[in-house]
């Protein structure tokens, strides 16, 4: 089992960043793949960002210039660093990792991102 408890979220006003920390614990042997989704209230869960183990990223068009996913294989920890944040974006951010060649996904708690007018 991997455990992922994230941290970073609250309130924020337009124009102001956050950065959310998701820190990965268990077994996390084979992680391969980690990054954050966010899901908004009547909305669908979607991809904000992720991460793969050789470094390379993957942005939702609506933050690419604006978000920043970054990795400390160290720390066993993923970080969005986020800029210029929109009401709009107001939402429950989830973290998530994946092991190589597994089907199964794992899910943080959430933590709530508010982004006021």
């Known amino acids: 089992q991997v455990q992922l408890v994230e941290s970073g979220g609250g309130l924020v006003q337009a124009g102001g960043s956050l950065r959310l920390s998701c820190a990965a614990s268990g077994s996390i042997f084979s992680i391969n793949a980690m990054g954050w989704y966010r899901q908004a209230i009547g909305k669908q869960r979607e991809l904000v960002a992720d991460i793969i183990s050789g470094g390379s990223t993957n942005y939702a068009d609506a933050v690419k210039s604006r978000f920043t996913i970054s990795r400390d294989n160290a720390k066993n920890t993923v970080y969005l660093q986020m800029n210029r944040l929109k009401p709009e974006e107001s939402a429950v951010y989830y973290c998530?990792?994946?092991?190589?060649?597994?089907?199964?996904?794992?899910w943080g708690q959430g933590t709530q991102v508010t982004v006021s007018s």
């Open positions: 998530y990792a994946k092991k190589l060649g597994r089907s199964v996904t794992y």
